[in-house]
């Protein structure tokens, strides 16, 4: 990059500077004002510490107070932030959003749809209410909407929604304007908008909010039907008058009778021990306080997933994945560890196993029970193992987990009582396991 081009950016996104002693993860752009410190979107923050789990990151900002000299350590949402990134990349990243860094848009028409790609046919991601201000982040190429066969005025530009949505909009409806260090409005029209906190209240209502473990337990492909629960929810149903919590350990109903905004997208139910804090239009944190005065943090998300499809699928493969084991071997024998004999019906029999008592079976085992497939291996060991058998065996409550590989003639176990598992996946094997091979007879 020439010189003059590259001090251009660090004259206009200036960075803020930490001590030597701060630990920085990388750098990032602000993409939404924070009036309250006086900085304008497209400056460059330090960023120390993500957290996905209050979807915030720790961000360095310079106090507004004139005598103060240190940096502040503040919460910024994910969503208010480019990506980290090192020091030497931020300058690309700043220019990317320079030409829009303090543009801002209020909307003219109620129902204005934000798109997945600059195209008029592309899928909605979002739709604007009137009057919403949006952050306007950079111009992109796309065809214009057509109307009587007459391309419309204006652009396509990415838009960055309040609840952290991205898309992208047709400038024709947009009033675009600039902000000030305050977040204030200069130029533009002054556009009447709409209650936006019961618009953010009224799109919690009336629909099922589940924990975010779901959604990682979906998204990973890694199933834990013990856990992943359709009823596990929680609801506000404005129509029956009832507000339900019902999670692993928390069983509450309540009659509904409306709510308070007690601060920025943040709401109190009425005589009920809950407040609701709006994070996005499909994330919401709730904050429950018990009978005992113990409070509690709940991170929850909606599913478009239809949970009860998933749990099924997840039997099914299970079952599957059993049935071919049942299926392709006959009476298994080990010179070492006995003889071993699936059944169709989930059951099993196995003799001879002394050797492996009580190392890895309790000293009280039958020599029958049931054998399931509960767990599966990860990526990095599916090379090398179909998944693990799962042994209950009658005269002891413990189970016993046995990576396997089904191989020409036989079948394959290793000893996963000292594996490493991440919820339903075996990540790691153990350090030293005890490997067993059976021999179809």
């Not at 996104?13 to 630990?23: G, M, Q, R, Y």
Request: proline share 4%; with cysteine.
């Amino acid at each position: 990059m020439p010189k003059i081009a590259a001090l251009f950016i660090f004259v206009l996104f200036p960075f803020v500077f930490t001590s030597c002693e701060d630990k920085v993860m990388g750098y990032s752009v602000l993409l939404w004002d924070l009036p309250e410190y006086q900085i304008q979107s497209g400056t460059v923050l330090p960023v120390y510490i993500r957290s996905n789990i209050s979807h915030v990151y720790v961000a360095g900002v310079t106090d507004p107070d004139p005598m103060a000299k240190s940096l502040m350590k503040i919460e910024i949402p994910l969503w208010q932030l480019t990506d980290p990134v090192k020091k030497g990349k931020v300058g690309a990243v700043s220019k990317k959003y320079a030409d829009c860094a303090n543009t801002y848009a209020s909307v003219k028409l109620d129902g204005l749809p934000c798109r997945a790609e600059p195209v008029n046919t592309s899928k909605q991601v979002y739709r604007l209410r009137k009057g919403e201000v949006i952050k306007i982040l950079y111009q992109g190429n796309g065809q214009a909407p057509m109307t009587g066969g007459v391309p419309l005025e204006g652009e396509w530009y990415r838009i960055l929604t309040k609840d952290g949505t991205q898309g992208w909009c047709f400038s024709y409806n947009l009033n675009l304007f600039q902000t000030d260090k305050n977040g204030e409005q200069l130029g533009g029209e002054k556009i009447e908008t709409e209650a936006e906190e019961d618009n953010y209240y009224l799109s919690i209502l009336d629909k099922a909010w589940y924990p975010d473990s779901f959604s990682t337990m979906i998204s990973s492909g890694n199933i834990d039907i013990t856990k992943l629960h359709p009823s596990y929810n929680f609801t506000i149903d404005t129509v029956n008058n009832k507000v339900s919590l019902n999670l692993s350990g928390i069983h509450e109903s309540w009659d509904y009778n409306g709510y308070t905004k007690t601060d920025e997208y943040q709401y109190t139910l009425n005589d009920i021990p809950i407040v609701i804090v709006y994070k996005k239009s499909t994330f919401i944190v709730v904050r429950y306080t018990d009978d005992s005065g113990k409070p509690q943090e709940l991170n929850l998300v909606t599913i478009s997933e239809d949970i009860n499809s998933i749990v099924a699928d997840e039997k099914k493969r299970r079952a599957d994945e059993y049935a071919k084991v049942a299926d392709t071997t006959d009476e298994l024998s080990s010179s070492s560890y006995g003889k071993l004999t699936f059944n169709a019906d989930g059951t099993f029999r196995w003799t001879g196993f002394k050797l492996l008592v009580p190392s890895v079976i309790s000293a009280g085992a039958k020599n029958a029970g049931t054998c399931s497939v509960k767990y599966a291996v990860s990526k990095q060991l599916a090379d090398n193992y179909d998944g693990v058998l799962t042994f209950k065996f009658e005269g002891t409550s413990d189970e016993v987990n046995f990576l396997y590989k089904l191989e020409n003639g036989g079948l394959r176990l290793e000893d996963a009582s000292e594996a490493t598992f991440n919820g339903i996946l075996v990540t790691e094997r153990s350090s030293s396991p005890l490997i067993l091979f059976f021999k179809n007879n």
